[in-house]
C-alpha cells in the first residue's frame, strides 16, 4: 500500500515555473515506477511524465517534454515536477501516481493515486 500526497500547486504567469513535489508513505517506495497526470476541466485524464524505479528512465508527454522535468529521491520517498516555461493549456489538477510496471502511460496501469494539486497558468 502507498499513499501519495502532493504539494506545489498554485498560481502562476505565462512562462513561469513551478515545481511539484509528491511525498509517498511506506517502505516500499523504490518498489514503484512514478507517474504524474494531469486532468483539465471537461477533459479525460492524461499521461504527462514517468520515472523508473531507479530514477534512471524517464518518459514524458509531447505536450511537455523540453519543458517539464520528473526527478525522485528515494531516499526521501518524493517524487518532483519540475515545470518550466508554463503555459494556459498547462492549467489543471495534477497527480501523482505509483506503479509496479515502468513505462505506462494509462491511468489503468497505475494503482495508488494522490489527491492532486491545482496548477492554474494565466495569460
Known amino acids: 500500500q502507498v499513499q501519495l500526497v502532493e504539494s506545489g500547486g498554485g498560481l502562476v504567469q505565462a512562462g513561469g515555473s513551478l515545481r511539484l513535489s509528491c511525498a509517498a508513505s511506506g517502505r516500499t517506495f523504490s518498489s514503484y515506477a512514478m507517474g504524474w497526470f494531469r486532468q483539465a476541466p471537461g477533459k479525460e485524464r492524461e499521461f504527462v511524465a514517468s520515472i523508473s524505479r531507479s530514477g534512471s528512465g524517464t518518459y514524458y508527454a509531447d505536450s511537455v517534454k523540453g519543458r517539464f522535468t520528473i526527478s525522485r529521491d528515494n531516499a526521501k520517498n518524493t517524487v518532483y515536477l519540475q515545470m518550466n516555461s508554463l503555459k494556459p493549456e498547462d492549467t489543471a489538477v495534477y497527480y501523482c501516481?505509483?506503479?509496479?510496471?515502468?513505462?505506462?502511460?494509462?491511468?489503468?496501469?497505475?494503482?495508488?493515486w494522490g489527491q492532486g494539486t491545482q496548477v492554474t497558468v494565466s495569460k
Open positions: 501516481t505509483a506503479s509496479t510496471r515502468w513505462g505506462r502511460v494509462g491511468p489503468a496501469d497505475y494503482s495508488y
